[in-house]
């Protein structure tokens, strides 16, 4: 059940969304160890978002997964922070991610919970 919700000020034509999407989707899967049929990605552009003062391209993430490991959270800010500022040019300076891990119980799926 790893989610990652981008949501961007920046404009994300749609020839580049796919690709983002599947990357983003790929490099999930690979930080959480996690197969990649059971993460979502989901990608919101062009979002009314100001951040110190200056709509300069700028994103706010969010990390969900069942056991997401707190020790690893660095490593995976470096990684995330790097896919959007190569994917959108979006410095890590003007990002914010959050993480989190569900208990099972309220996280649902398929009509029920994990």
């Known amino acids: ?7 961007t000020n920046v404009q994300v034509p749609a020839e580049v969304r796919a690709g983002l999407l ?14 990649e049929s059971y993460v979502m990605v989901v ?10 003062g200056s709509a300069a391209p700028a994103a706010y993430l969010e990390l969900k997964s069942l056991g ?3 020790l690893k959270t660095a490593h995976y800010s470096r990684v995330l922070c790097d896919l959007l500022d190569e994917s959108l040019g979006i410095p890590a300076e003007r990002v914010y991610i959050e993480f989190a891990a569900p208990p099972r119980h309220l996280f649902g799926w398929n009509g029920g919970t994990f």
């Open 68 to 70: 997401l490991p707190e």
């Open 43 to 52: 990608l919101e552009a062009g979002r009314d978002l100001i951040f110190a």
């Open 1 to 7: 059940m790893p989610t990652l919700r981008i949501l």
């Open 22 to 35: 599947k990357r983003a989707s790929g490099t999930v899967a690979e930080l959480l160890g996690k197969p």
